[in-house]
């Protein structure tokens, strides 16, 4: 079951970075960026990303994120099936986000 998410986060991964490397205005506006980013789903699983240079990878686990993502899998995959709105979760606190707001402006677009 674990292998099942971890491939829906590297697709995640993987698309936001190929909208990042095609669309000039998102790259521009993460290039200089540099995130630690947590997603923990409170069900079972951490996950560790960094941004820099405009792309997501995976690394090892951190202190301190910049961004922590809280969840259950099953909000996560309504998000990703759009059978819910990302805004939606965060509002009715199915998804709680601790960040800046211009990094919970970047994981909206992360979720996209």
């Not at 669309?23 to 200089?32: F, S, V």
């Not at 686990?61 to 819910?84: G, H, Q």
Request: proline share 2%; charged share 40%; no cysteine.
């Amino acid at each position: 079951m674990m292998v099942r998410w971890m491939d829906k986060i590297e697709e995640l991964v993987e698309k936001f970075n190929k909208r990042s490397s095609e669309d000039r205005r998102l790259y521009d506006d993460i290039k200089d960026l540099k995130r630690k980013i947590f997603i923990n789903f409170k069900d079972n699983g951490k996950y560790y990303l960094y941004l820099e240079n405009g792309k997501l990878a995976f690394v090892d686990p951190f202190d301190k994120p910049d961004i922590e993502i809280e969840l259950e899998k099953d909000t996560f995959d309504k998000i990703l099936n759009k059978e819910l709105d990302a805004l939606t979760a965060y509002i009715s606190k199915k998804i709680i986000v601790r960040a800046s707001l211009r990094d919970k402006l970047l994981i909206s677009d992360l979720l996209k």
